[in-house]
């Protein structure tokens, strides 16, 4: 069963629909303790960086506890800003911290919010992009994006009038500021390749 974290900020029918198509089991949790017995976690988000973290400190200490524990986890668009120490677009509010960084605006001069597709470019080789090339299509729709300190974190970038963090990897932790269940064919294929690591 993979558990999609229902705090009230997500985009939850698209996660769960796209899940189950590629044999996913998904199950919407809306109490920490349903995250237990899960085989994978996605953190799903919509919407501002503060309200995100505000609704989902309830979450906090159980999502460290599995992710801590090894369970495979996936974060999608504001569910990867918020593994940062904090946002731009929310001074004072504290991110969960699991990547030192930031997470800021994207740069003037640019259409924002970023919306519709773009290319990937593939920093590094990981399992999660088992099947995907540089080139390939997501679709984005965002206004800021994480900056991390440590730049071996960085699994892919597209580029909006800055080299923008598509993905990040952290142990057992894979998030991308793209949304793969609106993605297409690739996008289902990030997805199988997260299921196939909670079977592992």
């Given at each position: 069963m993979i558990a999609i974290v229902n705090y009230g900020m997500g985009n939850l029918f698209s996660i769960y629909?796209?899940?189950d198509y590629v044999g996913g089991n998904p199950r919407i949790v809306r109490d920490p303790l349903g995250l237990d017995g899960a085989d994978g976690i996605v953190v799903p988000g919509v919407g501002a960086f503060g309200s995100?973290?505000?609704q989902l400190s309830r979450f906090e200490s159980s999502l460290l506890r599995h992710f801590q524990e090894g369970?495979?986890?996936l974060g999608i668009?504001?569910?990867m800003q918020v593994l940062f120490e904090e946002s731009e677009e929310s001074p004072g509010a504290v991110g969960l911290g699991w990547i030192a960084g930031k997470v800021v605006r994207l740069p003037d001069g640019v259409m924002i919010p970023q919306m519709g597709w773009n290319s990937l470019s593939i920093k590094r080789p990981v399992e999660m992009l088992d099947g995907i090339s540089d080139g390939d299509m997501f679709y984005f729709?965002?206004?800021y994006y994480g900056l991390p300190k440590d730049k071996s974190v960085i699994a892919a970038t597209t580029e909006h009038g800055v080299e923008v963090t598509a993905a990040v990897i952290k142990d057992n932790m894979f998030a991308t500021q793209f949304h793969p269940e609106k993605s297409g064919v690739k996008g289902l294929r990030i997805?199988?390749?997260f299921v196939?690591?909670?079977r592992c």
């Open positions: 629909n796209a899940l995100c973290m505000s369970m495979p986890m668009c504001v569910g729709v965002h206004s997805l199988e390749n196939r690591s909670t």
